[in-house]
């Protein structure tokens, strides 16, 4: 079963975003995944990260709380009571000259601006959460 607690983190350098593209979807995010039972937020932001880039970092809590509404053609993946998951949004500067080290979720990445990663960004959640992190982050 899928769980109802999901991270997101944007990594960023500079001025601009690191963006993934899914496997096996093809669709275009930021490094995300689910929160385990017995995890917090910000643990499973870390261990995220890690497990899927590479890199060894404490990302900060962009005070973005989202949610999204699971949708009927993925509800058998999730408990029969549950139908919206609860997001925390996060971000971790990338250190200069790092590239990820990209896990099986993914099947290539690029450095985004601003523009281009909303551009590129399928669900929606992650446009907004784009422009919010931009804001927080000054970019």
Not at 10 to 37: C, H, K, M, S, T
Not at 53 to 61: E, M, R
Not at 116 to 129: H, Q, R, T
């Amino acid at each position: 079963m899928r769980k109802t607690r999901e991270v997101a983190i944007f990594i960023y350098r500079g001025d601009e975003f690191l963006i993934a593209r899914r496997v096996p979807r093809g669709v275009w995010n930021v490094i995300a995944g689910q929160v385990e039972d017995d995890e917090s937020f910000p643990a499973a932001a870390a261990r995220e990260l890690a497990e899927e880039t590479g890199l060894i970092a404490v990302p900060f809590d962009l005070g973005l709380p989202q949610s999204y509404v699971v949708p009927p053609e993925e509800r058998t993946l999730y408990a029969p009571d549950v139908t919206t998951v609860a997001i925390e949004s996060f971000a971790v500067e990338a250190p200069a000259g790092w590239e990820p080290t990209l896990n099986d979720e993914h099947d290539s990445y690029r450095w985004c601006s601003l523009d281009d990663a909303i551009a590129l960004a399928f669900w929606p959640e992650v446009k907004a959460g784009f422009r919010s992190a931009a804001r927080v982050l000054g970019i």
